[in-house]
């Protein structure tokens, strides 16, 4: 084994003394610079198809960036939908209850229910305000179908048509979204 083995040593260290034994270059000059160009047009359009795929990764980490901002701040949208019509019957509790205690009939007992009921509605308000919920404050300015729903007409007397003249219910927007249209009243002219 070790005769061979020194051999095999002594052998690979030799380099080819015959000048036939080189290995020759079997492409031409031309056909070298084809496949230069070749591999530069590879090397271009897989450099495209990288910046292309760097800028649609980098657009859906944007979009899904969005999706969950939103998710964060309209994720208690239909939360909020149910909370509005639970603030809308305290409203009107409350005016029913400042009805009932006016001046005119001094039942202490009303008067603390209607301050009562009208503190819960400041306090909801503000716990509405907190969380980007506000109310629409619609009267007097112009119908805009993206924020009311007409449900009915009225004659323009010192309005403007197209105006909104009366609001039949609140509606609200959460971080500036719509969540509820007001049902309103719309100023039309006379006939």
């Known amino acids: 084994f070790s005769t061979a083995a020194q051999q095999r040593s002594t052998g690979d260290e030799c380099g080819p003394e015959d000048p036939r034994d080189e290995p020759k270059h079997p492409l031409s000059d031309c056909a070298l610079e084809h496949k230069a160009i070749k591999l530069e047009e590879q090397v271009r359009d897989l450099t495209e198809r990288y910046r ?3 800028a649609d990764s980098e657009n859906v980490r944007r979009r899904t960036q969005k999706f969950v901002e939103d998710a964060k701040l309209f994720g208690i949208q239909s939360f909020c939908r149910d909370l509005v019509e639970v603030a809308d019957i305290l409203e009107k509790t409350a005016e029913s209850a400042a009805e009932e ?3 005119s009939n001094p039942n202490p ?3 603390k229910i209607y301050e009562g009921l009208s503190l819960i509605e400041a306090k909801l308000q503000s716990v509405f305000a ?4 506000q109310k629409m404050s619609p009267v ?3 119908y ?5 729903e007409i449900v009915c007409h009225v004659r323009a007397e010192g309005l403007q048509p197209g105006t909104v003249a009366l609001v039949t219910q609140d509606g609200y927007k959460l971080h500036g979204r719509t969540i ?3 049902l309103v009243g719309v100023a039309v002219e006379s006939q």
């Open 180 to 182: 509820r249209h007001a």
């Open 52 to 54: 292309r795929a760097l």
């Open 140 to 142: 007097g300015g112009r």
């Open 130 to 133: 907190k969380h980007g919920l």
């Open 109 to 111: 007992t009303l008067q």
């Open 101 to 103: 205690a006016e001046p």
């Open 144 to 148: 805009d179908p993206y924020e009311h």
